[in-house]
């Protein structure tokens, strides 16, 4: 027959040993100094920020949303090179030139205005003197008909504001690392305070042992029992505290920061909204969008593919001065303007498959943005599914910590009265801390999910009054 006495103590163990996990386990960080020991309080104060004053702070000083904001300039920087394409061009160039080739040197005389009848004999042409000739020209050209040019342009303002739509969904994604990490930290807070009343109940529990032993009415062994589970506790608490300074300080990373942020101890509500109104918000989410102006543009790259077979035209002028003595001189003059069609009529049926290659990228953006739009109504779905979970879940956590209460307070009435024995005692305050933790991680997952299905719906910048400006609406 299996001795009830001998088992609780392992039982008891294991159930601390399962608090102790849930608190390793849980990848928090950092404490202001209300939740430090007075020794190591800080020298200087650790701010206190809110929710919505986290995400903005983040939004401003995040790593990786200024490196985005920097891609986003330099897709609006390729607009400017498009539309370069479509405008003059103007060059100035100067040259030197010294020769005795018949040819140039005739040339180099006219050019120059100096040509007399005497460079007309024989010798003359046949066999020149070296003459020098300093040339200074000014070109411009510029497309009249330029098709490719056009759609160049246009599917670089596409781009930039896709751009500017990815980052904006990036911003939301770091506002969402902000809630986790946020939340994340209140949590550990929590588990401090409850860490801190667990050792209080030990303590209790221990003064009851010690007077019961002092009166002959308890053994020894109680009061070692009870100082383990003192230990234990504390253990617990010096975890809680370390947990909660590294989440802390982790928030402040993420925020852009060298050094830690306290959360602040009031809520922060977020409304619930109904499955269709997610849904219906989701449909217009950043990444959605984006994905939208890549399928335009990919059909851009269709219509460009086709322009190649169609002719350019272009203009151009130039003015020239020739001297034979110093730059930039003017002995001189000459002008020229002239127009050009370029039409490549036969280039090895080349510009046909990239008609061919640019249809089948239209194709292959079409499925990606109908997946998109697919995974985008499950997420939304998931979201919504896991907040119905966390709501029932707080409940029973709430109920169980009633449960576990009445338990701990019958138990201790046994105990002061010689009816149970500290085993007893051990599990229930085990089974109570237990409780306590476990509702404290079920409302920071109702939180956390009611935030994540704001996230999900593309709505939770403005849930969070976060001040985020549209890189790329404006285009």
């Known amino acids: ?23 390793l386990t849980f990848s928090c960080q950092a404490a202001p100094p209300s939740a430090l020991p007075p020794a190591s309080a800080p020298a200087v104060a650790i701010p206190v920020l809110t929710l919505p004053q986290a995400v903005d702070m983040a939004l ?101 504001q896709a751009a500017g739509r990815d980052l904006q969904r990036r911003k939301e994604t770091v506002a969402m690392r902000v809630v986790t990490r946020y939340l994340q930290a209140k949590t550990a807070r929590a588990y401090i305070k409850v860490a801190r009343q667990g050792v209080k109940d030990a303590e209790e529990h221990l003064r009851l042992a010690r007077a019961r032993y002092k009166n002959n009415l308890g053994l020894y062994s109680d009061i070692l029992r009870a100082t383990t589970a003192v230990k234990n506790m504390e253990q617990i608490e010096i975890t809680a505290n370390k947990n ?15 050094r830690p942020v306290a959360v602040a101890r009031a809520d922060f509500p977020v409304p619930l909204r109904s499955m269709v109104r997610c849904q219906a918000s989701a449909a217009h989410r950043q990444d959605v969008k984006a994905m939208e102006l890549r ?21 151009s002028s130039s003015y020239q001065m020739n001297d034979h003595n110093k730059p930039l001189g003017s002995e001189g003059h000459s002008w020229m303007l002239g127009a050009g069609l370029k039409w490549d009529l036969f280039d090895g049926r080349r510009r046909s498959y990239e008609e061919s290659k640019a249809m089948h990228q239209v194709q292959a953006a079409a499925k990606y943005l109908t997946g998109l739009k697919k995974a985008v109504a499950f997420q939304v779905f998931r979201a919504y599914e896991t907040v119905n979970e966390t709501e029932k879940n707080v ?21 002061e009265n010689s009816l149970s024995p500290m085993v007893d005692l051990l599990d229930s305050q085990s089974s109570l801390d237990q409780s306590r933790a476990h509702l404290v991680a079920r409302q920071n997952e109702r939180q956390l999910a009611i935030l994540n299905l704001s996230y999900e719906s593309g709505m939770i910048l403005k849930d969070l009054h976060a001040h985020s400006e549209s890189t790329g609406e404006k285009r």
């Open 244 to 258: 909660y300074k590294v989440a802390c300080r982790a928030l402040g990373l993420l925020l852009g920061l060298r």
């Open 295 to 315: 399928y335009k543009n990919a059909r851009q790259n269709l219509r460009l593919a086709r322009a190649a077979m169609l002719p350019v035209l272009g203009v």
């Open 60 to 160: 401003k000083g995040n790593d990786q949303l200024l490196a985005g904001q920097q891609e986003v300039a330099a897709k609006e920087t390729a607009i400017g090179i498009a539309r370069s394409n479509l405008l003059p061009h103007i060059k100035v160039k100067e040259r030197y030139m010294r020769t005795n080739n018949p040819t140039y040197g005739f040339m180099a005389k006219l050019n120059q205005q100096r040509f007399t009848g005497q460079d007309f004999a024989l010798p003359s042409l046949n066999s020149p003197d070296p003459i020098n000739d300093f040339q200074t020209s000014i070109g411009l050209t510029m497309p009249i008909f330029a098709p490719r040019a056009y759609l160049g342009l246009n599917m670089s303002k596409i781009a930039s």
């Open 1 to 23: 027959m299996i001795n009830n006495n001998k088992c609780r103590p392992w039982i008891i163990a294991g159930a601390q040993a399962v608090f102790f996990i849930l608190l």
């Open 395 to 415: 409940g029973l956590a709430e109920e169980a910590l009633k449960s576990a209460l009445e338990g701990q307070r019958l138990v201790n009435l046994r105990y």
